[in-house]
Nanobody, 128 residues
Framework: QLQLVESGGGLVQPGGSLRLSCAPD????????VGWFRQAPGKEREWVSC??????????HYRDSVKGRFTISTDNAKNTFYLQMSSLKPEDTAVYFC???????????????????WGQGTQVTVSS
């Protein structure tokens, strides 16, 4: 069964940093759109960032509340993508999910319903 494996969540103080990793198990990220989503307690899941992986570089997308603080990146050699989170705030507390979908054009999509593969989720807690 094809799946994504996440790691890197945890407890961090406000202003701190964390890096989340997501690696596919059973397939290679080539001509894929990948993204990060999060779900806070009592709230619906929301998109955080997305990017395309293909032969043409694509600009990533970020929701306004994380711009300048979060960075999505990919490492083709490791077949892994990341979410670097800095200047974390208590309102960033959520379960974070990575996602991937095969797109021949590798155009980024941050629409949840476009994604076929999901990680298991990792808890990020920002608290003093």
């Amino acid at each position: 069964q094809l799946q994504l494996v996440e790691s890197g969540g945890g407890l961090v103080q406000p202003g701190g940093s964390l890096r989340l990793s997501c690696a596919p198990d059973g397939f290679t990220l080539d001509y894929y759109a990948v993204g990060w989503f999060r779900q806070a307690p009592g709230k619906e899941r929301e998109w955080v960032s997305c990017i395309g992986i293909g032969s043409i570089p694509r600009s990533p997308h970020y929701r306004d509340s994380v711009k300048g603080r979060f960075t999505i990146s990919t490492d083709n050699a490791k077949n892994t993508f990341y979410l670097q989170m800095s200047s974390l705030k208590p309102e960033d507390t959520a379960v974070y999910f990575c996602a991937a979908v095969s797109f021949p054009t590798a155009v980024p999509t941050c629409r949840e319903y476009d994604y076929d593969y999901w990680g298991q989720g990792t808890q990020v807690t920002v608290s003093s």
